[in-house]
């Protein structure tokens, strides 16, 4: 018992005075990041939101340890990043953190059942083993009977439900999803941000990126970024 209420006691994303800053001390210096403090708890859905240019697309590079800060302290789960090497690092974003991008990202001549378990090719799991997870996968975002299809027979939103099994097949605690409708109809996109709160109920952390205040409202705490500073939004209901 004491176990578990230390688990639900540690962030699973803290970041503190966490910076970034390109062409540092030249004319072309950019601050991407400017000390950013952010925690985010075990089954939260959070939107991160600001237009181009604010910093929302670096700081989820730096949350999903594809870039690192020029300075500050960034802890996934406890752990300090910075204290891991390319391997652990490798580790940390395959067990840890599922990415959903805008684009899907699907490979075109596989199926939807093969662009799923793709990453447990790298995990070395064993075929049969990889297989019966991807299906499960896409069952559990309604796709099931898709499994065989390539991503060219599916819609929009179907293909977008492939990327969501895809994150998911590692069994992450987070899910980082970059403006994950964007490429879609209102109607579908609806359908995703649905099963994204399916998602965190049943226990995932989601931090969406988007720029788009209507797709943030469904989300349960908002963060504004301006400048490269992270401001939470007051919720009034």
């Given at each position: 018992?004491?176990?578990?209420?230390?688990?639900?006691?540690?962030?699973?994303?803290?970041?503190?005075?966490?910076?970034?800053?390109?062409?540092?001390?030249?004319e072309?210096?950019?601050?991407?990041?400017n000390?950013?403090?952010?925690?985010?708890?075990?089954?939260d859905?959070?939107?991160?939101m600001?237009?181009s240019g604010s910093?929302?697309?670096?700081?989820?590079?730096?949350?999903?340890?594809?870039?690192?800060?020029?300075?500050?302290?960034?802890?996934?789960?406890?752990?300090?990043?910075?204290?891991l090497?390319?391997e652990?690092?490798?580790?940390?974003?395959?067990?840890?953190i599922?990415?959903?991008?805008?684009?899907?990202n699907?490979?075109?001549?596989?199926?939807?059942?093969?662009?799923?378990?793709?990453?447990?090719?790298?995990?070395?799991?064993?075929?049969?083993?990889?297989?019966?997870?991807?299906?499960?996968?896409?069952?559990?975002?309604?796709?099931?009977e898709?499994?065989?299809?390539?991503?060219?027979?599916?819609?929009?939103?179907?293909?977008q439900?492939?990327?969501?099994a895809?994150?998911l097949?590692?069994?992450?605690?987070?899910?980082?999803?970059d403006e994950?409708t964007?490429?879609l109809?209102?109607?579908?996109?609806?359908?995703?941000?649905?099963?994204?709160?399916?998602?965190?109920?049943e226990?995932h952390?989601?931090?969406?990126?988007?720029?788009?205040?209507?797709?943030?409202?469904?989300?349960?705490?908002?963060?504004?970024?301006?400048?490269g500073g992270?401001?939470?939004?007051?919720?009034?209901?």
């Amino acid at each position: 018992m004491n176990a578990q209420a230390d688990v639900a006691a540690v962030p699973v994303i803290e970041t503190r005075g966490l910076s970034k800053v390109y062409a540092a001390g030249t004319e072309a210096e950019v601050v991407a990041l400017n000390h950013v403090d952010l925690r985010i708890w075990h089954g939260d859905f959070v939107a991160i939101m600001g237009p181009s240019g604010s910093g929302k697309s670096t700081l989820m590079n730096m949350v999903g340890c594809l870039d690192t800060p020029t300075a500050g302290v960034y802890l996934c789960d406890g752990v300090d990043v910075s204290t891991l090497d390319r391997e652990q690092l490798a580790a940390l974003r395959r067990d840890k953190i599922g990415f959903v991008f805008q684009g899907f990202n699907l490979l075109p001549r596989m199926s939807a059942q093969d662009n799923v378990a793709m990453p447990l090719g790298y995990a070395q799991v064993p075929p049969a083993e990889r297989n019966r997870l991807a299906h499960e996968a896409l069952q559990a975002v309604g796709l099931g009977e898709r499994a065989s299809h390539r991503p060219s027979e599916l819609s929009g939103g179907q293909q977008q439900r492939v990327a969501i099994a895809r994150a998911l097949i590692n069994r992450p605690p987070i899910l980082l999803a970059d403006e994950p409708t964007g490429a879609l109809d209102s109607k579908t996109g609806e359908e995703i941000l649905a099963l994204f709160k399916r998602l965190r109920d049943e226990g995932h952390t989601v931090v969406l990126i988007t720029h788009d205040a209507e797709v943030a409202e469904h989300a349960d705490r908002i963060f504004v970024m301006r400048d490269g500073g992270l401001h939470e939004e007051e919720r009034t209901s």
